[in-house]
């Protein structure tokens, strides 16, 4: 059984809580792996600008045959458009990449406090006025720490109804997702296998055993359990199937505390820390 739950953002907007992730996957091979998700049965497909294949996200799409409405579409300012005026272009070209006149879900990519003077809040409102007219479905914020949240929340009108984490089993980040739960914003959890780091820890491979799944599987069925959204990157067809085999077992609690107490705070970041990204790309 494959049937993909949806879940509910706090705008009621409907969201599937497994998608496939495009992040290092290069602009010529980019159609061809999202044709090939589409086929195994993904109906949600995380991209961004920085990424740099928006176009063949929106070319797979188009060519699959499936309604606009049937496939869920993210994407994400990029770093070196958080003016106003410089958002507003970006999110003209990505609707213009991908071919499409709204996107289902537009973040900003990173907060970048230590750039703009630490105003990330009228790059918020921007994205409300993308909201407002229709073209942004549901809007959201990603690798945002508890403290950008509150600011947001003092400060602007629309309460974000994502924010897309780093989270895996060596970095849990139960605070940032408490946060979110206690606010109705969803955590959707980025790197979900830690690009493959956590598949080979004991822990893991054990409780894979016993439940006769694979460590991507396993981990993938914990972040689901957890109430998470995934979208793990594969341009391996046979591991687009394996990620979207999940909802045929379980993992019973103490396997899911077990996994849960992997957790290695700061040194299980794999990515850059919120608080101190500061990267524009060239
Ligand atoms: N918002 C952000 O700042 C941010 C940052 C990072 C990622 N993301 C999003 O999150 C998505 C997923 O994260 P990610 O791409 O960093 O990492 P990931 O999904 O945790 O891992 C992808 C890596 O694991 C391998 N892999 C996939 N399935 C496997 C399996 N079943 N068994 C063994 N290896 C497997 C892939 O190899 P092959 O491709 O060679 O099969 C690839 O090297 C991204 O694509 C992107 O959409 C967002």
Redesign the pocket.
Known sequence: MNAVPNITLNDGNAIPQLGF????IEPRDTAKAVSEALEVGYRHI??AEMYGNEKEVGEAIQASGLDRDDVFVTS?LNNGSHEPHDAREAFDTTLSELGFDHVDLFLI??PLPTLYDGDFVSTWRTLEEFHRDGRATSIGV??WQIEHLERLAAETDIVPAVN?I?V?PYLTNNAVREYGREHQIATEA???????KV?DDPTITQIAYKVGE?P?QVVLRWHIQRGDIV??????PS?MK??FELFDFEIEPADMDAITALDRGEDGRT?PNPDTFAYIPG
Request: hydrophobic share 30%; glycine share 8%.
């Open positions: 992730g495009v992040f290092q995380d991209t994400k990519h990173w990603s690798n897309q780093e895996h980025w790197s979900p296998i830690a690009q493959g598949l694979t991507a979208f793990p990157k594969s341009v391996t591991r394996e990620n990515g």
